[in-house]
């Protein structure tokens, strides 16, 4: 693999683009051509990269362009195209075909697709393109969201794909997951699996809590930045609905049902309630006259927006206290314990989140350490081994995915019980993943 010097990006406008372009140009120390739709576009985009990573000295490695200007010119010159444009065959076949005209044998070509086929879009090149043509998974913003999901395909080389992840690893500080060509990769995969499975026990116990109640039993307490619920939320109803309706079409497992789109999700959709960049969706938050926030959560029956309810659910509390003092094994303990709805709910949803996240090694990536990175580096969630190892080890664990009626993966029913089960604990601290 030759030095990266000079790299394309396809999209420098939007947030992923400039994000990007910045850690290249101030890790990689490559000059960037940002290629826009038109050039206003792209300065904006030059703009966006320097303030990503508050350094000035990037600046003069930046340059402007546009689509029908300057691609085939920047192409012909760069050692690495970096493609972010919408994500849609549509799009991005027809500017990886003008990609193709103009790349030198050599050049890597990547997408930051979030789940179409990689080897699909590699179609577009030669044998030489092709063995040169991957995904390359940034998650946003790229500055603080270090996980990058490098995604090979058959017309790969191992040789050069290792070659590849060292320089994403040493020269732009990534933490890279090796991943096959599956819908959604590996973090989506797992993360929209579990946030959808509770987004329809939100329209299931709608009398008792629905959004807000769900939220509150997979709080921060369970090993999460920011609640389920919450993060689809932010990454918008439209998003989850792209991720989670291409992931029902094109796989077959087990938990295949769980990725149907909740009926009232789709109806927000049709309202245009998207979440926080429209203003509303699963929550609302307004203003009062005098300036104070105030938050609102959907009611599924109703269509309106309900005052966000405030629990008081002993176990939670208990478990919460537990990790405020640094207890997280006895925080787990609490909840193994608890008895009630709620509890089920909560070792239901934490099995179900170490059953898929663990039955996914073999098919999308190769070892349980990989998906367990793809969660703690690209979530911001305790990865499911570590809750091996915080629930008591693999045969109490087994035992809490039996009582909840869940698949054992192969990988934990194999484990041995006298050694740690999360071996990425000199790379990520779990414990600084829960939220007393």
Known sequence: MREIKTVTILGANGAMGSGSAGVIAAFGEAK???????????????????????????????????????????????????????????????????????????????TVSSGLSIARLSNAFDEDGKKHYYGTHFFNPPYKMILCE?????????????????????????????????????????????????????????????????????????????SPLATVDFV????????????????????????????????????????????????????????KKEKFVYNIKTGSYDPYPKFDIPFIKQARKQIQESQYKSAMDVVKAATGLEADLARYFIGRYISYSLSIVGEVVETKEMADAAMGFGFNWVPASAFVDFLGGPKETIQILEKSKLPVPKVLSQASSNKKFYELGEKLDARSLFKG
Do not use: C
């Not at 027809?94 to 030198?104: E, L």
């Not at 040789?159 to 060292?166: A, H, N, R």
């Not at 699996?193 to 509770?198: D, P, S, T, V």
């Open 236 to 291: 918008g109803l439209d998003v989850h609905k792209a991720i989670v309706d291409n992931i029902f079409a094109n796989t077959k497992d087990e938990a295949h049902s769980t990725f149907q789109l909740p009926g009232y999700m789709q109806k927000l959709i049709d309202e245009n309630k998207l979440g926080m960049k429209s203003g509303q969706g699963l929550t609302k938050i307004t203003k009062t006259s005098e300036g």
């Open 32 to 110: 960037v051509h940002m290629l826009a739709r038109d050039l206003e576009k792209a300065k904006q985009g030059i703009e966006a990269a320097v303030n990503s990573v508050k350094t000035d000295t990037i600046r003069n490695r930046l340059v402007a362009g546009t689509y029908d200007a300057d691609l085939e010119k920047a192409v012909s010159e760069s050692d690495w195209v970096f493609e972010l444009v919408a994500e849609s065959y549509e799009v991005k076949e027809p500017i990886n075909k003008r990609i193709a005209s103009s790349r030198k044998p050599g050049t890597i070509v990547s």
């Open 150 to 226: 490098l995604v090979t395909h058959p017309g790969n080389d191992s040789k050069f794909t290792k070659k590849l992840g060292d320089y994403l690893e040493s020269k732009l500080g990534r933490a890279v997951v090796y991943t096959n060509d599956t819908p959604a990769f590996a973090g989506n995969r797992i993360g929209f699996q579990l946030m959808n499975e509770i987004a329809q026990y939100a329209e299931k116990y709608a009398d008792q809590g629905g959004i807000a109640l769900m939220d509150e039993i997979m709080s921060g307490y369970t090993g999460r930045a920011m």
